[in-house]
């Protein structure tokens, strides 16, 4: 399984990016996937998450209302559509992949190469 991510940059405070993440080397139908974000000096942090056989969603606490998390099928690829960016989402955002799991897993087997989100304020 190979991820891509892209459609990181620098924003202002306020403005929206969206991500993207063209997953392949796989069929998904039963696999959950999911975006993460690191902080400089900080731990990684679960951002989303999205079944991708029914497109059920489940979304971390802060980012619930301003991120959408998007599947499509047809082209292997998943979106997360950021809106009302904060300089605290400032981050490197990787997608992951984890075969077989729930929605709510915490274990990821697969991981993309990240690409980084800047916020100013």
């Known amino acids: 399984v190979q991820l891509q991510a892209s459609g990181g940059g620098l924003v202002q405070a306020g403005g929206s990016l969206r991500l993207s993440c063209i997953a392949s080397?796989?069929?998904?139908?039963?696999?959950?996937m999911g975006w993460f974000r690191q902080a400089p000096g900080k731990e990684r942090e679960f951002v989303a998450a999205i079944r991708w056989n029914n497109g059920n969603t489940y979304y971390a606490d802060f980012v619930k209302g301003r991120f959408t998390f998007t599947r499509d099928n047809a082209k292997n690829t998943m979106y997360l559509q950021m809106n009302s960016l904060k300089p605290e989402d400032t981050a490197v955002y990787y997608c992951?992949?984890?075969?077989?799991?729930?929605?709510?897993?915490?274990?990821?087997?697969?991981w993309g190469q990240g690409t980084q989100v800047t916020v100013s304020s």
């Open positions: 080397g796989h069929t998904f139908s039963s696999y959950t």
């Open positions: 992951a992949a984890a075969r077989d799991r729930g929605i709510t897993t915490t274990l990821y087997d697969f």
